[in-house]
Antibody, heavy 121, light 109 residues
Framework: QVQLVQSGAEVKKPGSSVKVSCKAS????????ISWVRQAPGQGLEWMGA????????HYAQTFQGRVTISADESTSTAYMELSSLRSEDTAVYYC??????????????WGQGTLVTVFS | EIVLTQSPGTLSLSPGERVTLSCRAS???????LAWYQQKAGQAPRLLIS???TRATGIPDRFSGSGSGTDFTLTISRLEPEDFAVYYC??????????FGQGTRLENK
C-alpha cells in the first residue's frame, strides 16, 4: 500500500502563495492520479484538482482555476500543490490522495496526513 | 456539476444499532461510480466503499453500500464504538471529475 507523506503546517499572509508537497513511498507513483482535496475548519471535503504524473498535465476544479497549480516530480515520487493569492477563506487542511487508477475521475484509496495552511494577517 | 446531498446531517445512535445513511445526487451518477469514506476527528478520510457496493480492503462486513442512479445508501448493520465518525459520499462518474457530499455526522447517544 502506498504511503503519502505531506509537508508541514504553514502560516501565510493574505495575497501570498503556498506550496505543499506530497511524497509517495512503498508503491507506484507515476501511473496513478494524485488529487488534492481541502477541508476548511468544521467543513466538508472539496476537490481541487489532480495530476497523473506520467502524463504531466493537471486538471483543476472550476473554483480554483487560475489560482492553483498542481505538479509532480517522477524522479522523487513527489506531487505539489501551489495556491496563490491566498485569502482567509483558504485556511484549511489540504490533503493529497492517490486515485485508484490513472483516471482523473476516480476514488481515493490512500491519503496523506494533511497539511494545515493558515492564512493570517 | 453533480451535487450530492447527504441526509441526515447528524444522527445520534447507540452501539449495536443499525443505521442507514443517504446520499442523493442532483443527476444520475454515471456507472454508479459512488464511494463512501469515514473520517474521524483529526484524521484523513478512509475509503470504505467504491462502485456503490464494493468494500475496500480491510473494511468489516457490517458496512454495506447500495443504490443506483441518484439514490445511494450506506448501511452499518450493527454499530461499534469505533464507527462514530463523519461519513462522506463521493461521485466520480460525472463533471467536474469529483464531488463530495457535505457529510453525515454519527454521534454516540
Amino acid at each position: 500500500q502506498v504511503q503519502l507523506v505531506q509537508s508541514g503546517a504553514e502560516v501565510k499572509k493574505p495575497g501570498s502563495s503556498v506550496k505543499v508537497s506530497c511524497k509517495a513511498s512503498r508503491g507506484t507513483f507515476s501511473t496513478y492520479a494524485i488529487s488534492w482535496v481541502r477541508q476548511a475548519p468544521g467543513q466538508g471535503l472539496e476537490w481541487m484538482g489532480a495530476i497523473v504524473p506520467i502524463f504531466g498535465s493537471a486538471h483543476y476544479a472550476q473554483t480554483f482555476q487560475g489560482r492553483v497549480t498542481i505538479s509532480a516530480d517522477e524522479s522523487t515520487s513527489t506531487a505539489y500543490m501551489e495556491l496563490s493569492s491566498l485569502r482567509s477563506e483558504d485556511t484549511a487542511v489540504y490533503y493529497c490522495a492517490r486515485g485508484h487508477n490513472s483516471l482523473i475521475s476516480t476514488y481515493f484509496d490512500s491519503w496523506g496526513q494533511g497539511t494545515l495552511v493558515t492564512v493570517f494577517s | 456539476e453533480i451535487v450530492l446531498t447527504q441526509s441526515p446531517g447528524t444522527l445520534s445512535l447507540s452501539p449495536g444499532e443499525r443505521v442507514t445513511l443517504s446520499c442523493r445526487a442532483s443527476q444520475s451518477v454515471s456507472n454508479n461510480y459512488l464511494a463512501w469514506y469515514q473520517q474521524k476527528a483529526g484524521q484523513a478520510p478512509r475509503l470504505l466503499i467504491s462502485g456503490t457496493s464494493t468494500r475496500a480492503t480491510g473494511i468489516p462486513d457490517r458496512f454495506s453500500g447500495s443504490g443506483s442512479g441518484t439514490d445511494f445508501t450506506l448501511t452499518i448493520s450493527r454499530l461499534e464504538p469505533e464507527d462514530f465518525a463523519v461519513y462522506y459520499c463521493q461521485q466520480y462518474g460525472g463533471s467536474p471529475p469529483v464531488t463530495f457530499g457535505q457529510g453525515t455526522r454519527l454521534e454516540n447517544k
